[in-house]
């Protein structure tokens, strides 16, 4: 594919960036199609991408890593100057200002409600082809298929059992005739009723799931309470919840491989929050299935994060915290030692397990709020070196911005700094991240 | 979608020990919602047992029963349909239909559950329909000794119940089941 470069668009030539002129970085590490670039942030939404092969949607439900996940948006990255110091860590006595965002994007979440519509999202999640033609085929297709899954799984077994008659034969004739008398009996097909303890029971799988249910109720009725979209009595919050309830139903179902985890419901939200509240009016009404597709890529990306039996190899998410100490270790020594080592008490570290399992495997939505979020999710996706990478760097960088008082801290001090970790500017968190770039740690 | 047992006449320690096995296999807490049972169970332990099968248990008074306290008759409404409950032998002739439609059009209900007769029978009427769930131990009764141990799930959704009948025959557990709808024609103008 040809990579045709846009001139610098003019939001990057504002003082607030970085003046240097860009470097041009190699953008594919994976093979994929790269496209012209697409400026979503501020001001006017640029014309739409050139169209390339539109990216084939992830159907049926995205189980298998998708090979086709990113549409590269090739582009240009500003890059920061070579020549900077590197010891002392000089960044953190500049003053903060926002990050070098990276105009690189692959799949995304759009930063909120300032920028341009929802598009942008669904395009970075290679959830849309590119060509911006086709998009309001494709919002249809997807409508349907998600319709389909809606009736195909969340059916209760009543209503299944009486589909299966209703393709059968019709009864219902000889019911009605029946006015007096014995009723009559009829045979029961595969053993199907409501206490059969057979694996291929209907029944027995509904009850069987039933837990996870309560406990994925339980999770959205806890979402952003204090927000009243999601939150309250209202009518609206009540349709919400009952939009990402589903949402999380039909996703556990197709995946029996990790069902559901708690935190899920954290990621699904600002997605649904994003769609839902779409500038362009639209698209709002595909809300729910667009959450649901892109919230299944999202975790696709991450999945290995959530399962447990991956927990402990290489891939799991007891590796990320090794590598984020690890991390740690390279950029900031005297930190992560007085973490790791100084502060002990017995055995107990501040090791990362005690306070990154949160961060890592919610996609820190817990520690700050929506708007910031979305800021984060954007730059973890739209990072060439992939949002796994860039998500142990901003941990990293979240660590060096309160280094000074993780430094002055004991163990119960910087505990608990970490899990309430304070409110900061994000962009000084990212440009930090940005700057930790580098070779990845093995 | 609400599951509701019917289940009645044990006659727990006097003419049987326990339920079968099978049954007692099939019938685990969390599923069911109701229980509606017929009578004679006889003692404490029995309902401790369907209290922990289900909190929401509903018994009426059978003639063997240890504790005086239930009622003669109960009822209740689950979803669109209003369910009685009542023992049967205070209706005579026993198990006469009726009788006991007579009881049924008294209580104003859709759904009639009895037992005594410790034979299973779902018959409609214009007043509705009449179950009985038979014995779950299969003990012996007033009438005859050849008892087949069975019981009644209903399935009640919206306008439609189907009614899932579990028998024990030659030791295995046999299922069938009865459909039924609650149509404007049955409901007569009361």
Not at chain 2, 20 to 27: A, E, H, R, V
């Amino acid at each position: 594919m040809v990579m045709k470069k846009k001139s610098v668009p003019e939001w990057l030539n504002s003082p607030l960036w970085y003046s240097k002129p860009p470097d041009d970085r190699p953008i594919s590490h994976y093979n994929t199609k790269t496209l012209r670039p697409d400026s979503s942030p501020p001001p006017p939404p640029s014309p739409p991408p050139s169209p390339p092969p539109p990216s084939p949607p992830p159907s049926p439900p995205p189980l298998s890593k998708s090979p086709s996940l990113p549409a590269l948006l090739g582009s240009e990255r500003s890059d920061l100057p070579s020549g900077e110091p590197s010891p002392c860590r000089p960044w953190l006595e500049e003053e903060p200002r926002d990050s070098e965002l990276l105009v690189d994007f692959r799949i995304t979440v759009r930063v909120t409600l300032h920028v341009v519509a929802a598009p942008s999202e669904q395009l970075l999640l290679g959830y849309f082809p590119l060509d911006h033609t086709l998009w309001a085929l494709e919002l249809e297709k997807k409508m349907k298929q998600y319709n389909k899954l809606k009736d195909d799984l969340l059916l209760n077994p009543s209503e299944i059992t009486r589909r299966m008659e209703a393709s059968a034969a019709t009864k219902t004739e000889e019911l009605a005739n029946e006015n007096i008398g014995l009723l009559s009996r009829s045979e029961i097909k595969h053993e199907d009723h409501p206490l059969s303890l057979s694996k291929t029971s209907v029944w027995n799988q509904y009850f069987q799931e039933a837990e996870i249910l309560e406990q994925i109720d339980r999770d959205v009725k806890r979402t952003h309470p204090e927000m009243d979209f999601f939150c309250g009595d209202s009518p609206i919050a009540k349709t919400n919840q009952e939009a990402l309830r589903r949402i999380l139903i039909i996703f556990t179902k197709l995946n029996p491989s990790i069902k559901y985890v708690q935190g899920m419901h954290e990621v699904v939200a600002p997605l649904f929050y994003v769609f839902r509240n779409d500038l362009d009016g639209t698209n709002a009404t595909f809300a729910e299935a667009d959450t649901f597709f892109c919230f299944a890529e999202l975790l696709n990306i991450f999945r290995d994060n959530f399962c447990k039996q991956l927990d402990n190899s290489v891939v799991g998410i007891q590796s990320k915290m090794e590598k984020l100490s690890q991390l740690l270790k390279r950029h900031d020594e005297e930190l992560w030692r007085h973490l790791e080592v100084i502060t002990k008490v017995i055995y107990l570290q501040v090791s990362p397990q005690l306070y990154a399992f949160r961060w890592i495997s919610i996609l820190l939505m817990r520690e700050f709020n929506l708007t910031e979020c979305l800021h984060i999710w954007d730059v973890l996706l739209s990072d060439p070196e992939g949002p796994q990478e860039t998500l142990l760097r901003i941990c990293c960088a979240m660590l060096i911005l309160v280094r000074r008082r993780l430094l002055a801290g004991d163990f119960i001090a910087n505990l608990k700094l970490l899990q309430n970790f304070p409110n900061t500017n994000i962009s000084h968190i990212l440009h930090i991240a940005n700057k930790l770039r580098g070779p990845t740690v093995d | 979608m609400v599951l509701v047992l019917a289940i009645g006449d044990l006659h727990i320690p006097h003419r049987a020990a326990d339920l079968p096995l099978k049954f007692k296999s099939m019938l685990v807490p969390g599923k069911i919602q109701h229980i509606l049972c017929t009578g004679n169970l006889c003692i404490k332990e029995v309902h401790e047992y369907l209290k922990s099968l289900c909190p929401d248990l509903h018994i009426t008074r059978g003639e063997y029963d240890e504790d005086a306290r239930y009622p003669e008759n109960k009822t209740l409404t689950i979803g669109q349909f209003k369910l009685g409950l009542c023992h049967g032998h205070q209706i005579v002739p026993w198990g006469d239909l009726d009788s006991l439609a007579m009881l049924q059009r008294q209580l104003d209900v859709d759904i009639l559950v009895t037992g005594h007769t410790h034979q299973f029978k779902a018959y409609k009427h214009e007043g509705g329909v009449v179950i009985n769930p038979g014995s779950a131990t299969g003990a012996y009764s007033s009438i005859t000794y050849d008892v087949n141990p069975s019981f009644v799930l209903m399935d009640i959704d919206g306008l439609r119940v189907v009614v899932y009948v579990y028998e024990l025959i030659d030791g295995e557990v046999k299922v069938d089941k009865i459909d039924f709808k609650k149509t404007a024609a049955t409901q007569s103008a009361h």
